[in-house]
């Protein structure tokens, strides 16, 4: 694992977007593993940026995202797939066909995880893949747990989860109590990770992540074990460290 310690949130996008630029300009077609929450918002838009600049071209990018609330189509807007046409596919050049999200309207689970995994079979592990962290050391929709699932499944939230998303929606029942999240194995098998952890209130959750024992109850634990994982973090991230 590799910390980059930067000062704040906008100097740890801009240099999230600078792993993911020199990704596109040295494989113009890169698979990128999207993720989605707070912590990547600043990277999109530095990448829209830089889009704008005319210094990248996304036109033969294929994405994966990480993960979809189970019940919400694409039209509504707390779907991840909502989020990403917003923050970056309908801000660049990228080909829509090529962005996949897990289908959050697909009510048959085993339905859903099958297609999901066919596509990351199909489209291959992704040369680079964007984390955040969850407050309970998630990654992805990868909750605690007595095992790490190596695939696409469907998940249970936690009340954490639930209450950490809540602001995002009208009333604390609107927060879907499901979501379908690729498997700790297949994040593994990315080329590259790059985590974004921002904020005091991940302090404790990141030293976890770093220096505790790697076990499922601390999902995100496991990327000490990945061989080019890199955590870019604040200095209020970092501060129990
Ligand atoms: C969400 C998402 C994760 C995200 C995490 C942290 O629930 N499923 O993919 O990384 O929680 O979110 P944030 O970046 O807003 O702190």
Redesign the pocket.
């Known amino acids: 694992m590799q910390i980059c310690k930067v000062k704040n949130y906008q100097e740890l996008s801009r240099k999230a977007a600078n792993l993911i630029a020199a990704q596109i300009t040295l494989k113009p077609d890169s698979v990128l593993g999207l ?6 918002i600043g990277t999109y838009d530095r990448l829209v940026e830089m889009y704008q600049d005319g210094d990248l071209d996304f036109s033969q990018i294929t994405t994966v995202n ?2 979809e609330y189970k019940g919400l189509p694409g039209s509504h807007e707390q779907s ?1 797939r909502y989020f990403m046409n917003t923050h970056l596919f309908h801000r660049v050049n990228i080909s829509y066909a090529n962005t996949y999200v897990p289908d959050g309207t697909e009510t048959d689970s085993e339905k859903c995880c099958q297609a999901y995994n066919e596509l990351i079979h199909r489209v291959g592990p992704a040369d680079i893949q964007l ?5 309970d050391g ?4 990868n909750e605690p747990s007595d095992h790490f699932e190596d695939e696409t499944h469907c998940v249970d939230l936690t009340e954490t ?1 639930i209450q ?2 809540k602001r995002f929606f009208a009333s604390e029942e609107d927060v879907p109590r499901q ?1 379908y ?1 690729m498997g700790i194995g297949t994040i593994m098998r990315c080329r590259k990770l790059i985590v ?1 952890v921002s904020g005091k209130d ?1 302090a404790a959750i990141l030293k976890q992540v770093i220096q505790g024992p790697v076990t499922p109850e601390v999902p995100g634990s496991i990327l000490q074990f990945h061989p080019d994982c890199t955590i870019i973090a604040d200095e209020a991230a970092l501060s129990e460290m």
């Open positions: 993720a989605t929450g707070s912590s990547p990480l993960d991840y984390l955040g962290l969850g407050h998630h990654i992805g929709f989860t950490a998303n979501a999240t974004l991940k």
